[in-house]
């Protein structure tokens, strides 16, 4: 069905002291998996990145009570390590994935901050594989509104950095409040699409109510701003719950409203899709919705190290249980995100 190559971050670990730059060069991602006897490209549009000293003590131990034991006793160093230019390059390589989007938001209160600044730096150290989106400043919006869309503006000058990443539940904002219309408003000018967390979140503090994650409240603003893309992340998944309701309308949206993009998240993770169910029901819904051109793929990150691995292989599972042809598997693990970012198909060798 599918197949990889040894490049495998288990047998790597051993000898990460001494050896581990060389082989994770060496490790060639490219070639790395068949999908119907046919090699497939990767590009993860979303990858969390976080830093340990930016984030509230319970998102640390909310963090550090997802790795293994006894790695929970050395959280700090382990999610550091992960979250570096490096670890992320192995995950990645360790998955098959040939390039990442970074996905950061502003969230001091929930799940941590990380700089614009600190993304760039894991995209220079990222042997040109990585690109980023740019988290906004959204606290006291009525006074510091012009500020933050000032910054926004000089982040999206950068090349590397492709779209903005938004999680209202972390950041405490209302989607359906058309004072943060703004923010889609600069996204259009930049051609730069707009990555909205959906669903609820398992973050100590985070806001659950439907304004901060319901699809739906979303609608008002995709609806007023045609000229911005807008992704659904996570596609209204309650991963609290590990039910799937806001899926229908988030399918019913990206029929109505060309702007609308879906995808997963961490739908398909080893930790909110254990068995694959979700994501293969998910896959086969927006294959009857005739969606598939507006899907994306997007791991969530690797925390633990192994999970990117581990949702691509759920993810591929689930694409064969809903009978995806090779081309719509590869319309959903690169093209799409291709034809939305402006990116160059990745040249084989």
Same mark, same amino acid.
């Given at each position: ?45 979303? @990858? ?39 670890? @992320? +390059?192995?995950?990645?390589? $360790?998955?098959?994935?040939? *390039? ?13 901050? +990380? ?7 894991? +995209? ?10 740019? !988290? ?12 933050? +869309?000032?910054? =926004? ?7 590397? %950095? =492709? ?8 950041? *405490? ?40 994650? /319901? ?13 911005? !893309?807008?992704?659904?992340?996570? =596609?209204?998944?309650?991963? @609290?719950?590990? !039910? ?34 979700? %994501? ?5 819904? %927006?294959?009857?919705?005739?969606? %598939? ?11 633990? /190290?192994?999970?990117?691995? $581990?949702?691509?292989?759920?993810? @591929? ?11 719509? $598997?590869? !319309? ?18």
């Amino acid at each position: 069905m599918f197949d990889k190559n040894p490049c495998d971050i288990n047998l790597l670990m051993p000898l990460q002291l001494f050896a581990l730059p060389f082989l994770t060069t060496a490790c060639n991602i490219k070639d790395t998996i068949n999908y119907r006897n046919t090699l497939l490209r990767f590009t993860d549009v979303h @990858i969390d990145v976080r830093q340990w000293e930016n984030m509230p003590s319970a998102a640390q131990t909310h963090m550090a009570s997802q790795l293994p034991f006894p790695d929970v006793f050395d959280a700090e160093d382990i999610l550091n390590e992960l979250y570096s230019s490096e670890g @992320i +390059i192995r995950e990645m390589n $360790a998955a098959g994935i040939d *390039r990442g989007i970074l996905f950061s938001t502003h969230s001091p209160a929930i799940s941590g901050v +990380i700089a614009t600044e600190t993304i760039l730096e894991r +995209i220079e150290n990222g042997e040109e594989r990585l690109w980023g989106l740019a !988290s906004v400043n959204t606290d006291l919006w009525a006074v510091n509104e012009t500020q933050a +869309i000032s910054t =926004l503006e000089a982040n999206l000058s950068h090349d590397a %950095i =492709l779209g903005v990443a938004l999680s209202p539940s972390h950041q *405490r904002f209302r989607m359906d409040d058309p004072i943060y219309w703004s923010i889609y408003e600069k996204a259009a000018e930049f051609n730069a699409p707009v990555f909205v967390q959906t669903g609820s979140s398992t973050f100590t503090g985070a806001f659950q109510g439907s304004a901060y994650t /319901s699809p739906n409240a979303l609608e008002f603003a995709i609806e007023a701003n045609p000229d911005t !893309s807008f992704v659904l992340s996570g =596609l209204g998944f309650d991963r @609290i719950e590990a !039910s799937h309701n806001g899926l229908g309308d988030c399918l019913r949206m990206a029929r109505d409203y060309d702007n609308v993009w879906l995808e997963a998240g961490s739908i398909g993770s080893p930790r909110f899709d254990p068995d694959g169910v979700v %994501i293969e029901q998910t896959a086969k819904l %927006i294959k009857e919705a005739e969606l %598939i051109d507006r899907f994306l793929f997007g791991t969530g990150g690797s925390v633990p /190290s192994g999970s990117a691995d $581990a949702t691509v292989d759920s993810v @591929i599972e689930a694409f064969m249980g809903a009978d995806y042809t090779y081309d719509e $598997a590869l !319309s959903v693990f690169s093209a799409n995100a291709e034809s939305l970012f402006g990116l160059s198909p990745s040249v084989w060798p």
